[in-house]
């Protein structure tokens, strides 16, 4: 890997609200991404937004990339992390030592 994780800016970085976009690149591609989004007048912090392409998982790509978020947060005084994840993201948020507190039942309205 050429680099790992580190902050880009965006139009949403003009909201400042804390919200960091990481990402992770190899030869100027973007294998791995997430935001760290701080909750106002709380210790909390959300990682959201993370992935990483089937063909870059399991070679820490996103284990880097929300150890750097987790850090973000941390920088800004939040000491409590909260995410909605995958089957996929979770084990690893475990091993971090997050809790599954939760579940979240998505539905699909038609009309």
Do not use: N
């Amino acid at each position: 890997m050429s680099s790992l994780p580190h902050t880009t800016s965006s139009c949403r970085a003009a909201c400042d609200d804390g919200m960091e976009l990481w990402v992770a690149e190899h030869q100027s591609m973007i294998v791995s991404a997430g935001r760290p989004e701080p909750v106002p007048s709380t210790d909390f912090a959300g990682i959201w937004g993370g992935a990483t392409p089937e063909e870059w998982r399991g070679r820490g790509v996103y284990r880097a990339v929300t150890a750097a978020r987790a850090r973000a947060a941390l920088a800004r005084g939040k000491t409590l992390i909260h995410s909605d994840s995958t089957h996929y993201s979770r084990p690893i948020l475990e091993r971090y030592g997050l809790l599954r507190v939760s579940t979240t039942t998505p539905y699909r309205w038609r009309r």
